[in-house]
């Protein structure tokens, strides 16, 4: 199986002027615990629901704060091609959560660990 076949749902992207406040909106209105950031259409970071509140919130940081201040740079990416086998072993190796998907160059959406799961 293909990783491609395992997306649910568009992936909620944000600019990395996006503050806190927005960011935490959009997960709420969303139902996701993560935005991919782009910046003229690369991906350049992940933010989670985490980042927000402990690098943000309980950093010190207010709700006017761009995320990527708390963004996680250059997330791991993977391939809509690749087998899901391998998105595993690049999330068990990468030790994360989350992984952008690419395909041909553009995002085509976000495959977490319970998708694999699932």
């Known amino acids: 199986m ?23 909106r959009l997960m709420g209105i969303n139902g996701v615990g993560s935005l991919v950031v782009m910046s003229g259409g690369d991906v350049v970071g992940i933010v989670t629901d985490r980042d927000i509140a402990v690098r943000g919130v309980g950093g010190g940081r207010g709700s006017a704060t761009h995320v990527k201040a708390v963004m996680s740079e250059h997330p791991t990416t993977i391939q809509g091609s690749a087998d899901i086998f391998d998105a595993y072993r690049l999330l068990k190796d990468a030790g994360v959560r989350r992984l952008p998907v690419l395909e041909d160059g553009d995002l085509g959406g976000i495959i977490t660990a319970d998708d694999l799961l699932v």
């Not at 293909?2 to 935490?24: D, G, I, K, N």
Request: charged share 20%; net charge negative; aromatic share 0%.
């Open 2 to 24: 293909r990783v491609s076949e395992c997306l649910h749902q568009a992936p909620v992207t944000v600019p990395p002027e996006c503050t806190l406040e927005e960011a935490a």
